[in-house]
Nanobody, 115 residues
Framework: QVQLVESGGGLVQAGGSLRLACVASRISVRIFGMGWYRQAPGKQRELVATIAGGGSTRYAESVKGRFTISKDNAKNTVYLQMKNLEPEDAAVYFC?????????WGQGTQVTVSS
């Protein structure tokens, strides 16, 4: 079965950095559109960044210039490099894979930002 396994979350001070990773199994990140979403307590899940199979990227306005999404096709892994983190970035971050009518989510990884 398809699995998306996130890692790299944790506690960081405001202004710090974290790198999240999402390892995909039974799908190919070469083909699937991959993305990172986040959900803070009491809020809806929101798009953070996406990367298409061909490599084009898209970001939420709130993270532009601070976050970078990338992928390693050979490792079938997608990354989210987060810099200059703000308390407002604290959330559970979810990896997403989408292709045509197929849609998958990871279990999420917690990011906590202390002020």
């Amino acid at each position: 079965q398809v699995q998306l396994v996130e890692s790299g979350g944790g506690l960081v001070q405001a202004g710090g950095s974290l790198r999240l990773a999402c390892v995909a199994s039974r799908i190919s990140v070469r083909i699937f559109g991959m993305g990172w979403y986040r959900q803070a307590p009491g809020k809806q899940r929101e798009l953070v960044a996406t990367i298409a199979g061909g490599g084009s990227t898209r970001y939420a306005e709130s993270v532009k210039g601070r976050f970078t999404i990338s992928k390693d096709n050979a490792k079938n892994t997608v990354y989210l490099q987060m810099k200059n983190l703000e308390p407002e970035d604290a959330a559970v971050y979810f990896c997403n894979a989408e292709y045509r009518r197929e849609f998958y989510w990871g279990q999420g990884t917690q990011v906590t930002v202390s002020s």
